[in-house]
Structures are given as C-alpha cells and as structure tokens.
C-alpha cells in the first residue's frame, strides 16, 4: 500500500507526540505545598521556612528592582499578538546575544530573514518555543499569585475582572506564616505593588508602539497557578534554543533567559520556586527536542546554519569576530544592592553571567532534601551539549554535565529518581567548560566560565 505524498509530509516528529510530562517531573514542590485538589488556590503550607523566604525573596525583588528592569520585566511579559505587531520573549532575551547580534536578530527576525529560526523559537507557536505546556501543572499544584491578598475581606481593586475579587482569587492559606512578618502587612497581605501598564515607544524588539500590560486584572492570570511559571517555560524554551543554535553566546544567553524568569518576580505574578520549576520546564523541553534524531537533523541544525549564515551576511564577518567587536550583555537591576543572603546579580561579562545564573538555580534556598546525593544526569540532558562540544561522546557530555551539576537537596531537586534531577543542570557552566579528554576517553571539567574547548591529550600526545 502506497502511502500519499502529504501524509508523509505531514507525519510528526518522534518528539512530537513524546513531550515531557512536567507534572512529575516538578513533584518536589509537593514537599512545601499541597493544594486542596479543587483547583481553588487553596491548601497546605508543608514547609513554612522554604514558603516565607519564597515569599521574602519576593517582595523583596519586586520592591527593590530600578525602573528600568521593572521596563524590561513587562517587556518580558508581552506575548506576539493576533496582529504580529508586538514581540515575545523569543525577542526579547536577544538581548543575550550582545549589542550588536541582538539587534541583527531581531531585525532579521521581524523582516523574515530568519524563518526557520522564528518557526523553532516562536513562544506562541515554536515547535521549542512552545513545545511544552504548564496548564496541567498549574491546575495540579494551584498555588496562589503573590499579588493575591491573604486577606479575603480585602478590598477589590477597582478594574480587576470579577473573578480576581478577594473573595474568590486569595492566598489565605498562607495567611497564618505572613502576619507579623516584614514583607506583609497586618494582614498578612504581601507587600507587592503593581507595575502599571505602559506603552513601549523604544521599538526595541518591534518596529511598532506596542501596548505592556501585566495582567494583574485578567481572570486568568489571578485565578491561574503561580507554580510553575509559564513565562519562565518559553523564557527558558526560547534561552536553551538560542544557546544551543549559538553555544559561542550560550552563558550569557542562559543568563538572559534566567533574568527573564526573574522579570516574572519583579512583577510581583510569581516567587523564586516557580522560576526554578519553569528552568525544569525548558531544560527538558530543549533535551526532548535536541534527543530526537530527526528533529535534530531537519529543524534545529538547519536553524543554527541559518543564523550563522545571516550574521556572516549582517556583519561581513565570522560569529567570533562579531562577538570581539560588540559590547556583551550586561545587566544591573538592583542598582549594585544585594539580595538577601544572596549577590546584586550583576552581569558584566561571562564569568558573572554564569556566576549570576548559578544563583537563580536555586536563589539562596536551603538545602531541605537529600544532601549529597551523587551526580544525578537525567536521559538525554546531554544532547544539550551537541553544539558546544560537538566531538565528545554521549558519555563524555554526560560527564561534562554530572561535573558542572549543583549539589543535591535544594527545591525541585528528584536526584536518585529514574527521571534525574533536571534543578541540579548547570547549563551556563557545562556550555562555558574547558574541558580534559584523556587518552582513555574520560573527560575532567578543568574550569568553567570562559570558552567552551577540548583539549584532548590523546591528539597532543600523538602530535
């Protein structure tokens, strides 16, 4: 039996049909919170320490970032509209790239030069930028936003859809652990306040005005889960895919991508666990995605010739020229002040990139599960390292990985699960590794935050 033309064309890709279920893959968060199972922002506080410093590092964020990342964090929270007037966030962590590749990308991708690039890391409709979905996961967990009041008896705030009413959208639950803190009220109402909207006139990531809005009046962001983040998923969707087309950007753009997350905290709609859960989210979207062999070869490889070859177009150069001659990415959004029992996440340049990605893995959390625990590299995480290390093994970009990995028992970590711990992924130290192969095959991490190369004592030793 012949099989017709389009339906061969049509046939899906392995990964397709195999995406990750994130639900299991997030239940450490069900060592601090269990919901009530209705969906209704309801439930247990299990943890009070770990929830109260989620809940500290919050306000603390959001009252403490400078107006110009408050600007930056509702860029990040505009999604491309019905019209393709506005940008996502597939644009705006370009701004990884440096000052000069970013702007080529953005251009390129708002003029169509770039469309297989846009058809992979669209946050709306990527085959990566959009490859996984957190309705399941937030409908599971059903946690409170942190802008909700505790208070139910609190006032309505005027223009807030019907539903977002204190009555229905609240966090009493946790109500009990806030009154008589420093970050709430008497109440035990968080001490968030609200980014109002704006127009964006910088035509920065779109050649039009666009309209920013939180949307802290929506139905559907007061009444949706907090945990985990869905900006942060396609932050980190379109973050992995731009660093694994371009692993010579790839710290700074992991960098760019964790900023994104923590754009979602300046907001004041989400708290550091969710961040954490929407990086779990993207790392195994990206290694899905990057593990199916035909993808691999007809949709991503093709997209990383594309971009290479368009900035050798826009800039009459190789990549590594081009990088030399632009100023990196950098960022500063506490003005120099550090978080608590944390840095001021300063960027400046690579080793801060990564220094500053690091923290936000876990953002000063207590280590409340298994200390110690050993290397634990979930299947496929290493087929995030193709394009960086584009000559080692699958066991030795395992290796590169169990090397660079964080210490197990912070939040979200499952090492010791069949699944791995995709928290304990350290991708902007893994993707900046100089790293050893020994004429017997191992592969030792030397250092990390420069580079990425092999030195290879076999080839030395036979030259």
């Given at each position: 039996?012949?099989?017709?033309?389009?339906?061969?064309?049509?046939?899906?890709?392995?990964?397709?049909?195999?995406?990750?279920?994130?639900?299991?893959?997030?239940?450490?968060?069900?060592?601090?919170?269990?919901?009530?199972?209705?969906?209704?922002?309801?439930?247990?506080?299990?943890?009070?320490?770990?929830?109260?410093?989620?809940?500290?590092?919050?306000?603390?964020?959001?009252?403490?970032?400078?107006?110009?990342?408050?600007?930056?964090?509702?860029?990040?929270?505009?999604?491309?509209?019905?019209?393709?007037?506005?940008?996502?966030?597939?644009?705006?962590?370009?701004?990884?790239?440096?000052?000069?590749?970013?702007?080529?990308?953005?251009?390129?991708?708002?003029?169509?030069?770039?469309?297989?690039?846009?058809?992979?890391?669209?946050?709306?409709?990527?085959?990566?930028?959009?490859?996984?979905?957190?309705?399941?996961?937030?409908?599971?967990?059903?946690?409170?936003?942190?802008?909700?009041?505790?208070?139910?008896?609190?006032?309505?705030?005027?223009?807030?859809?019907?539903?977002?009413?204190?009555?229905?959208?609240?966090?009493?639950?946790?109500?009990?652990?806030?009154?008589?803190?420093?970050?709430?009220?008497?109440?035990?109402?968080?001490?968030?306040?609200?980014?109002?909207?704006?127009?964006?006139?910088?035509?920065?990531?779109?050649?039009?005005?666009?309209?920013?809005?939180?949307?802290?009046?929506?139905?559907?962001?007061?009444?949706?889960?907090?945990?985990?983040?869905?900006?942060?998923?396609?932050?980190?969707?379109?973050?992995?895919?731009?660093?694994?087309?371009?692993?010579?950007?790839?710290?700074?753009?992991?960098?760019?991508?964790?900023?994104?997350?923590?754009?979602?905290?300046?907001?004041?709609?989400?708290?550091?666990?969710?961040?954490?859960?929407?990086?779990?989210?993207?790392?195994?979207a990206l290694a899905?995605?990057?593990?199916d062999a035909q993808?691999?070869?007809?949709?991503?490889?093709?997209?990383?010739?594309?971009?290479?070859?368009?900035?050798?177009?826009?800039?009459?150069?190789?990549?590594?020229?081009?990088?030399?001659h632009q100023k990196?990415?950098?960022?500063?959004?506490?003005?120099?002040?550090?978080?608590?029992?944390?840095?001021?996440?300063?960027?400046?340049?690579?080793?801060?990139?990564?220094?500053?990605?690091?923290?936000?893995?876990?953002?000063?959390?207590?280590?409340?599960?298994?200390?110690?625990?050993?290397?634990?590299?979930?299947?496929?995480?290493?087929?995030?390292?193709?394009?960086?290390?584009?000559?080692?093994?699958?066991?030795?970009?395992?290796?590169?990985?169990?090397?660079?990995?964080?210490?197990?028992?912070?939040?979200?970590?499952?090492?010791?699960?069949?699944?791995?711990?995709?928290?304990?992924?350290?991708?902007?130290?893994?993707?900046?590794?100089?790293?050893?192969?020994?004429?017997?095959?191992?592969?030792?991490?030397?250092?990390?935050?420069?580079?990425?190369?092999?030195?290879?004592?076999?080839?030395?030793?036979?030259?």
């Open positions: 039996m012949s099989v017709p033309i389009a339906a061969v064309a049509a046939a899906p890709y392995p990964s397709d049909t195999t995406r990750p279920d994130i639900v299991p893959l997030l239940s450490g968060y069900s060592s601090y919170w269990t919901p009530s199972g209705l969906n209704d922002l309801h439930g247990t506080v299990d943890d009070a320490a770990t929830v109260q410093r989620d809940d500290a590092l919050t306000v603390w964020i959001n009252q403490h970032a400078t107006s110009a990342e408050k600007f930056l964090a509702i860029q990040d929270s505009e999604y491309q509209n019905a019209t393709s007037t506005a940008y996502d966030q597939s644009l705006t962590v370009s701004t990884g790239l440096g000052s000069q590749l970013s702007s080529l990308y953005v251009k390129g991708r708002n003029s169509g030069a770039l469309p297989l690039t846009s058809a992979l890391i669209n946050s709306s409709t990527g085959s990566t930028g959009a490859y996984v979905s957190t309705g399941a996961a937030k409908a599971a967990y059903s946690h409170p936003r942190p802008y909700l009041p505790s208070d139910p008896a609190a006032s309505p705030v005027a223009g807030d859809a019907a539903g977002c009413v204190p009555a229905i959208a609240n966090a009493s639950s946790q109500q009990a652990i806030r009154v008589g803190t420093s970050w709430a009220d008497a109440q035990g109402n968080l001490l968030i306040t609200r980014v109002a909207p704006v127009v964006d006139t910088t035509h920065q990531f779109s050649p039009n005005d666009v309209s920013l809005d939180a949307g802290y009046a929506s139905a559907g962001i007061c009444l949706g889960g907090s945990f985990p983040s869905g900006h942060t998923t396609t932050a980190y969707e379109a973050g992995i895919t731009l660093a694994t087309l371009l692993p010579e950007l790839a710290p700074e753009i992991l960098a760019r991508a964790s900023e994104a997350g923590n754009s979602r905290i300046v907001l004041g709609v989400h708290y550091p666990l969710d961040i954490m859960g929407g990086r779990i989210d993207g790392e195994a899905a995605r990057w593990s993808f691999r070869d007809e949709v991503l490889q093709p997209a990383r010739a594309e971009l290479l070859a368009y900035f050798q177009k826009t800039t009459g150069h190789d990549l590594d020229w081009a990088i030399a990196p990415y950098t960022s500063n959004p506490y003005e120099g002040q550090k978080m608590p029992g944390g840095s001021a996440q300063i960027v400046s340049g690579r080793q801060s990139a990564v220094a500053v990605y690091s923290e936000r893995m876990t953002y000063g959390f207590a280590q409340t599960g298994n200390k110690g625990a050993p290397a634990s590299v979930p299947d496929g995480a290493s087929n995030l390292l193709l394009t960086t290390f584009p000559r080692l093994t699958e066991a030795q970009r395992t290796s590169v990985l169990a090397q660079t990995e964080i210490a197990s028992g912070y939040p979200l970590d499952r090492s010791g699960t069949s699944a791995g711990s995709w928290e304990r992924l350290n991708l902007a130290k893994a993707m900046s590794a100089t790293v050893l192969v020994t004429p017997a095959g191992s592969a030792y991490v030397l250092l990390t935050g420069g580079k990425a190369r092999v030195i290879d004592l076999g080839s030395l030793f036979h030259h």
